[in-house]
């Protein structure tokens, strides 16, 4: 996860401690970090969306976690000190037991997230959500208007997942919207960015396309669309933050956007170009994230390395603590993602920027090439910027 404010702009942002190393609580080295866990507390969902990596759908899945088994897991995970739970689906709203899981988890000292297509937060839902104490509610838009409903799966999903939005500003609870960039919303990303500043929105997160579930049937954008896209992200970023309203803005499963961003600074600004490479050397990008400071439990209570690698499976928290399986030295797939950069083949292995991206999306990697340590092929950088070219 990339924090664009805080990089390109040099604006200080929440969970700088976590994810660069600055202020109070900070770990000592990134590798240090306890993981963020994103939880699919159900797979079942209201709608059905083109790129949802659960696959998921409306009706009933058997197997998933009981309520007394998720009170073992919230119990586990506050002892454990995670920095922050993201409370996932599906859609986690649809959970029968979502506000007694919330305040449970709440009451244990656990930073809580949400990730919610929005259509089920009503006024009095919003109100709920900011007594709990959520610190953050994650609505995902993929369009404007018809783009969003088509890419969800119903009409009028885009109308309430703007509801949404508004219901959480009226309580003053903290929203975000999160996209994943592809062929089909990346044209409207103006109209995008026009609607983020014209509601208000406090954070914005901007995916990059991985080809897990559904998503697998959706095409990659090309690379020179990817840069443009980052470009225009930026230039918006700035100019918030030039008009004295920055926003949390990041961008999420492409860690070869910190090197483009201090590539950009170097150019425009060398001396904020040197502050960057220094957050981003400490972070060490994706080789620091799956596996290290992210992580997944998914609706059977299977453990993995990130929320897109289902195929990898560390353990389930219904025979052991998620503890127990993180810190397990014996998985040799999970130890080596550990050492990833030891691994590494091709541009990956060769890149000047190998320190800062750690590798590029390795899942991804995986998905599209049959090998997990091949090259990541959504690496937009060209040879010459990565150096292996004169």
């Not at 609505?139 to 703007?162: C, P």
């Not at 009226?170 to 990303?189: F, P, S």
């Amino acid at each position: 996860m990339i924090n664009l404010t805080r990089l390109y702009c040099d604006v200080a942002q929440p969970m700088d401690h976590l994810r660069y190393g600055r202020g109070h609580g900070a770990p000592k080295a990134a590798k240090e970090r306890r993981p963020i866990v994103v939880w699919n507390i159900t797979r079942r969902c209201n709608l059905k969306c083109l790129h949802c990596y659960q696959d998921s759908d409306s009706k009933f899945y058997p197997g998933e976690l009981s309520w007394e088994q998720c009170q073992t897991v919230v119990d586990d995970l506050a002892d454990f000190g995670v920095p922050a739970v993201l409370l996932s689906g599906g859609e986690p709203t649809i959970h029968p037991h979502f506000f007694d899981l919330a305040e449970y988890a709440a009451s244990k000292g656990l930073r809580l997230t949400l990730s919610t297509n929005g259509t089920l937060i009503d006024a009095d839902w919003a109100r709920r959500i900011k007594e709990i104490g959520f610190s953050y509610v994650g609505i995902s838009l993929d369009g404007m208007g018809d783009t969003h409903d088509h890419f969800r799966g119903r009409q009028g999903a885009f109308e309430k997942a703007v509801a949404a939005f508004r219901h959480c500003k009226a309580v003053d609870q903290k929203v975000g919207l999160r996209l994943t960039l592809a062929r089909h919303n990346i044209e409207d990303l103006d109209n995008i960015l026009d609607f983020i500043e014209r509601e208000e929105i406090d954070r914005v997160c901007f995916y990059h396309l991985v080809y897990s579930g559904r998503g697998s049937e959706l095409h990659e954008v090309p690379h020179e669309e990817t840069r443009r896209a980052i470009d225009k992200i930026l230039d918006r970023t700035a100019d918030w933050v030039a008009r004295g309203t920055p926003r949390e803005v990041l961008t999420v499963d492409q860690p070869v956007d910190g090197p483009y961003l201090y590539l950009r600074l170097l150019r425009e600004n060398p001396e904020r170009a040197a502050r960057a490479w220094e957050l981003l050397n400490w972070n060490g990008g994706a080789a620091n994230s799956s596996g290290t400071g992210i992580s997944n439990i998914d609706t059977q209570g299977n453990v993995h390395p990130d929320q897109f690698w289902h195929d990898m499976t560390l353990g389930n928290v219904k025979e052991r603590k998620f503890s127990e399986i993180w810190t397990n030295r014996d998985n040799e797939t999970l130890a080596a993602l550990r050492d990833r950069t030891a691994h590494l083949k091709g541009r990956c292995k060769d890149c000047r920027f190998l320190k800062v991206c750690g590798g590029g999306f390795r899942v991804r990697a995986l998905q599209m090439t049959g090998d997990l340590w091949a090259p990541d092929p959504s690496c937009y950088l060209e040879e010459e910027e990565i150096g292996m070219v004169g």
